[in-house]
């Protein structure tokens, strides 16, 4: 089971980074807390303070077509957001 699937790299995400030390992952639905906390210090080498999850439930879409209206949904996906130890950052950009 890959744990960590990616990084979350929007606007929030990055204001949460700049402020409080924090980073964002979409991470595996089965993962839970410990096993998030020790892929990321395995991956990226930093101590982890604390690990808090979210279940993102997915946007309902729709669209006009020919055949009318095609209504469905997006996945949901878990959010990992990580707040690591005062002086330490992630590079997300190195790992490439």
Excluded: C, W
Excluded at 6 to 27: D, Q
Excluded at 37 to 45: D, I, N, Y
């Amino acid at each position: 089971m890959e744990i960590i699937k990616k990084p979350i790299l929007t606007e929030k995400a990055s204001l949460l980074t700049e402020k409080l030390n924090r980073y964002a992952f979409k991470v595996d639905h089965r993962a839970n807390k410990i096993q998030i906390k020790s892929a990321v210090e395995a991956m990226f080498g930093v101590t982890v303070v604390a690990v808090n999850t979210a279940v993102v439930a997915g946007k309902a879409k729709s669209r006009f077509t020919k055949a009318g209206n095609v209504s469905g949904r997006s996945p949901k996906y878990k959010k990992a957001i990580i707040t690591v130890k005062d002086g330490e950052t992630i590079d997300f950009y190195s790992t490439l």
